[in-house]
């Protein structure tokens, strides 16, 4: 299996338990690898046999946006299933962080992975 992967994806959005976080926007990091098989679109050079990860990251950016979550536990099990269910990827791999919501932390954050 082969991975295209989407590194620091910035996106603003009201996530958490406290009353202030679901008033007032932050911003969370997004990354996600995605296992893929390559195969075709390398022998054929051509992007209609490639995956679009620019539609993955517009779809994941905008879930992100119009959606609002407690934890972000449930925001990566959303977009994972999303993901899987969306697209022709075999597995995903998706890191949230929530930078500064832990003061003496540069980030906090989960890691989880889903497969077909």
Do not use: C
């Not at 950016?61 to 407690?70: G, L, Q, V």
């Amino acid at each position: 299996m082969d991975i295209i992967y989407l590194k620091n994806l910035k996106v603003k959005t009201r996530i958490g338990i406290f009353d202030w976080e679901k008033q007032v926007d932050q911003i969370i990091n997004v990354n996600i690898e995605l296992g893929v098989d390559i195969k075709k679109a390398s022998e054929t050079d051509d992007i209609k046999h490639a995956l679009n990860y620019k539609n993955i990251s517009k779809k994941v950016i905008n879930y992100i946006e119009n959606n609002r979550f407690n934890l972000i536990e449930k925001l990566a099990e959303k977009l994972a299933e999303m993901i899987l269910s969306e697209t022709n990827v075999l597995s995903v791999e998706l890191t949230i962080s929530k930078p500064g919501a832990i003061r003496g932390s540069e980030d906090v954050g989960i890691t989880i992975t889903r497969k077909k």
